[in-house]
């Protein structure tokens, strides 16, 4: 069983920053693609990045495109987040998530493991 452990959501002004970190078991995180996704209420988990297990390519939500960057430390078993210009309608709960294989892959079903979530809360 794999275990994800997200951090470093909080409470920020619109236009602030925030960085997210998954921590994922020790030596598993460099054989995953991994992704970050988030869920308001009532409505359907949404597919945010994701990035492939070597790093060399990633994916990225049209909204939040040129103010999102995922990242990952295979060394520290570590996804990052790094969140800029935030705006209100990032508000949600963020998921870390992670499969086995090379390529992203973005449809929510595909993804074996998950975290708890971190709520993001963006005021304007």
């Known amino acids: 069983q794999v275990q994800l452990v997200e951090s470093g959501g909080g409470v920020v002004q619109a236009g602030g920053s925030l960085r997210l970190s998954c921590a994922a078991s020790?030596?598993?995180?460099?054989?995953?693609?991994m992704g970050w996704f988030r869920r308001t209420p009532g409505k359907e988990r949404e597919f945010v990045a994701g990035?492939?297990?070597?790093?060399?390519?990633?994916d990225y939500l049209d909204s939040v495109k040129g103010r999102f960057t995922i990242s990952r430390d295979n060394a520290k078993n570590t996804l990052y987040l790094q969140m800029n210009s935030l705006k209100p309608e990032d508000t949600a709960v963020y998921y870390c998530?992670?499969?086995?294989?090379?390529?992203?892959?973005?449809?929510?079903?595909?993804?074996?493991?998950w975290g708890q979530g971190t709520q993001v809360t963006v005021s304007s």
């Open positions: 990035i492939s297990w070597k790093g060399g390519s990633d």
């Open positions: 998530a992670a499969r086995r294989g090379v390529g992203v892959i973005t449809a929510a079903g595909n993804y074996d493991y």
């Open positions: 020790r030596g598993t995180a460099s054989s995953y693609t």
